[in-house]
């Protein structure tokens, strides 16, 4: 396991309080980059570790995979777990996102939320939530892909007439839903930046005789095998040349990062829904 950026580590403001951090699926491979990542970060620390019921690591410590002791116990009890928290960082499956969302608003918690697979009723009621608690909530935290989509924008504004626009994306064998969460937020950003609505010109699959080419679409195709952690590629192709755009993740460590950069925004924002353009002032 690659370990915490130390560079990207902010220390504490002489006198100035942690954040106080829980993890959602803190067993999991992305829970412990998270885990690893506040601990070595100088101004957050781990206040709350959540996990479903049937993992083998609920009562242990959280932190025991690193070999020391946070005593921070690994819990099911969602009220519980964010008791102490100021803010939840969860990168889990939507209907565990969901669930979390209602404790936090009891409890006053604020949310970055890194899950993705949401239904268009999943995202209603996150904005919902965001009324009552501040939420960042974005597909991919890493700061290298949102740059990369600030450039998609500024490529499809300039690229509109002429060039045909497919969406590329590979991922490990364990992710359960396609296209990626990062390859969608791509597609949104380039239709919005050339005036269409993604539902109606995305194109999924392809297989047997489609015919030509509707020009107004924009094409989407998902690779998954081994360990890769993620690459995207934007393609625009026009006539004569192409432009390609690509991302390329070899760690989750940039994600991790990327949160705890969304953890520390939130503490100085207001109840509504963020995504890290706010955050990285990409606006």
């Known amino acids: 396991m690659a370990s915490a950026d130390a560079s990207a580590s902010v220390p504490a403001a002489a006198g100035a309080s942690p954040h106080r951090v829980a993890v959602a699926g803190a067993s999991g491979r992305m829970g412990h980059m998270l885990i690893e990542a506040i601990r070595a970060s100088g101004d957050c620390i781990l206040s709350g570790a959540l996990d479903i019921s049937s993992s083998p690591t609920i009562g242990l410590d959280a932190s025991a995979f690193l070999g020391y002791a946070s005593g921070v116990p690994v819990t099911a009890d969602l009220r519980a777990g964010l008791k102490n928290a ?12 969901i669930e979390h969302l209602r404790v936090c608003c009891d409890l006053g918690v604020s949310a970055v939320i890194g899950t993705t697979g949401f ?5 209603a009621q996150i904005a919902d939530a965001a009324r009552h608690i501040p939420i960042m909530l974005a597909p991919n935290m890493s700061v290298g892909v949102n740059v990369t989509l600030k450039l998609l924008e500024m490529a499809a504004k300039a690229l509109a007439t002429g ?3 497919e969406i590329i994306e590979a991922h490990h064998r364990h992710k359960v839903d396609a296209p990626s969460g990062t390859a969608l937020k791509m597609g949104e950003v380039i239709a919005q930046a050339i005036g269409r609505d993604l539902k109606e010109c995305a194109v999924y699959a392809r297989e047997g005789v489609t015919g030509e080419r509707d020009p107004s679409t924009i094409g989407f195709s998902a690779i998954r095998g081994g360990d890769i952690v993620g690459d995207h590629t934007v393609l625009f192709a026009g006539i004569g040349e192409r432009i390609e755009i690509t991302h390329k993740s070899s760690s989750r460590t940039t994600y991790a990062q990327g949160a705890l950069r969304a953890v520390r925004f939130l503490a100085g924002s207001k109840p509504g829904l963020y995504d890290m353009f706010d955050v990285l002032e990409l606006r």
Do not use: M, N, S
């Open 163 to 165: 060039y045909d626009i």
């Open 86 to 97: 100021q803010v939840l960082i969860d990168f889990t499956r939507p209907e565990g996102t």
């Open 119 to 123: 239904t268009e009723a999943q995202k």
